[in-house]
């Protein structure tokens, strides 16, 4: 699939330009792209150890297809915010939100490091959202929104041993389609570490893919 890049001056205005015309192709068929990495959803969903009755943030939400399993965790009383800059993938979940009457479900359409997230969660969700996660500014700004302590998981793709070359070369494809830069791609958490205790970082995808997890560090 071919991807229509913005003018590089505007990228250069807008850092975001070149993600949401990235997702703005992708949003269609998004959901038949990544089910193939629901098993690795679900385990680092599992790892966020929701209760009921919490506030969780999943940052670049996409389609929302973290929703369902998230809800399951937080309960009815509990509240998912979906975080993300794209306006066509939130379309997409505006439209299940509709369609399974889901009242605590709210959106924001801003970029991680400006969202005006307006409280402090208990949890944080960043299902293959490597640019957020190589983002200091976009951590920071996180952080500010979560509780001392708050459950954090990520996952996405990263670089395999050096010897599995066929997994590194499905790496680059993948990364070269969703990511806007390959920057970090050995330890892709290494920004996200030093703010977090109990770090825990597991490989998928046959050493191409990672889930990290562990609680916001107290000041």
Same mark, same amino acid.
């Given at each position: 699939m071919n991807t229509i890049a913005p003018p590089l001056d505007a990228v250069a205005a807008d850092p975001g330009a070149h993600a949401r015309a990235l997702y703005r192709q992708r949003a269609g068929i998004y959901d038949l792209e990544l089910a193939a990495f629901e098993p690795i959803r679900q385990a680092a969903i599992e790892r966020l150890g929701l209760q009921t009755g919490q506030i969780v943030l999943d940052v670049g939400c996409g389609t929302g297809l973290s929703f369902a399993p998230l809800l399951r965790g937080v309960g009815p009383r509990g509240h998912v915010i979906g975080i993300d800059q794209s306006p066509d993938m939130l379309e997409r979940a505006r439209q299940r939100i509709d369609n399974q009457g889901w009242r605590n479900v709210r959106l924001v359409e801003a970029s991680a490091g400006v969202a005006p997230i307006g409280l402090q969660a208990d949890a944080a969700f960043l299902h293959?959202?490597?640019?957020?996660?190589?983002?200091? #500014?976009?951590? $920071?700004?996180?952080?500010?929104?979560?509780?001392?302590?708050?459950?954090?998981?990520?996952?996405?793709? #990263?670089?395999? $041993?050096?010897?599995l070359w066929p997994v590194n070369a499905y790496v680059l494809s993948a990364a070269l389609y969703s990511t806007s830069s390959l920057e970090g791609l050995t330890a892709p958490w290494s920004e996200l570490a030093p703010l977090l205790d109990d770090l825990q970082v597991s490989s998928t995808l046959l050493d191409g893919g990672y889930i990290a997890s562990g609680r916001l560090r107290v000041s």
């Amino acid at each position: 699939m071919n991807t229509i890049a913005p003018p590089l001056d505007a990228v250069a205005a807008d850092p975001g330009a070149h993600a949401r015309a990235l997702y703005r192709q992708r949003a269609g068929i998004y959901d038949l792209e990544l089910a193939a990495f629901e098993p690795i959803r679900q385990a680092a969903i599992e790892r966020l150890g929701l209760q009921t009755g919490q506030i969780v943030l999943d940052v670049g939400c996409g389609t929302g297809l973290s929703f369902a399993p998230l809800l399951r965790g937080v309960g009815p009383r509990g509240h998912v915010i979906g975080i993300d800059q794209s306006p066509d993938m939130l379309e997409r979940a505006r439209q299940r939100i509709d369609n399974q009457g889901w009242r605590n479900v709210r959106l924001v359409e801003a970029s991680a490091g400006v969202a005006p997230i307006g409280l402090q969660a208990d949890a944080a969700f960043l299902h293959f959202t490597h640019d957020i996660v190589r983002s200091p #500014k976009d951590l $920071a700004h996180l952080c500010k929104h979560l509780r001392p302590g708050a459950s954090v998981v990520a996952t996405g793709l #990263k670089w395999a $041993a050096p010897w599995l070359w066929p997994v590194n070369a499905y790496v680059l494809s993948a990364a070269l389609y969703s990511t806007s830069s390959l920057e970090g791609l050995t330890a892709p958490w290494s920004e996200l570490a030093p703010l977090l205790d109990d770090l825990q970082v597991s490989s998928t995808l046959l050493d191409g893919g990672y889930i990290a997890s562990g609680r916001l560090r107290v000041s």
